[in-house]
Nanobody
Framework: QVQLVESGGGLVQAGGSLRLSCAAS????????MGWFRQAPGKEREFVSS??????YYADSVKGRFTISRVNGRNTAYLQMNSLKPEDTAVYYC???????????????WGQGTQVTVSS
């Protein structure tokens, strides 16, 4: 069992930056792929980024602006978001799974989400 808690969301102007954190419980954090997803009102949950032992993966919409990382010794994953745009506004979720899938259905554990609002 893994419990995930996101933090770091907030309100920021377009062009600004935020860093999201995802703190995980449990001693097997390093064995999981960590992913970030987001869901805007009226839209489906969409893949943002994931990180595993072989590399990082990004949605085209965030590539070059967002950076995912993890510190296994701290049981924490991060999402650094730069050059934010109004269309990045959504609830951001971290998730833990066994593969770097882009489908949210393939992740086993989810956090409660943190709101990111980008004003124009």
């Amino acid at each position: 069992q893994v419990q995930l808690v996101e933090s770091g969301g907030g309100l920021v102007q377009a062009g600004g930056s935020l860093r999201l954190s995802c703190a995980a419980s449990g001693r097997t954090f390093s064995s999981y792929v960590m992913g970030w997803f987001r869901q805007a009102p009226g839209k489906e949950r969409e893949f943002v980024s994931s990180i595993n032992w072989s590399g990082e993966y990004y949605a085209d919409s965030v590539k070059g602006r967002f950076t995912i990382s993890r510190v296994n010794g701290r049981n924490t994953a991060y999402l650094q978001m730069n050059s934010l745009k109004p269309e990045d506004t959504a609830v951001y979720y971290c998730a833990a799974g066994r593969s770097s899938a882009t489908s949210p259905h393939l992740y086993d554990y989810w956090g409660q989400g943190t709101q990111v609002t980008v004003s124009s």
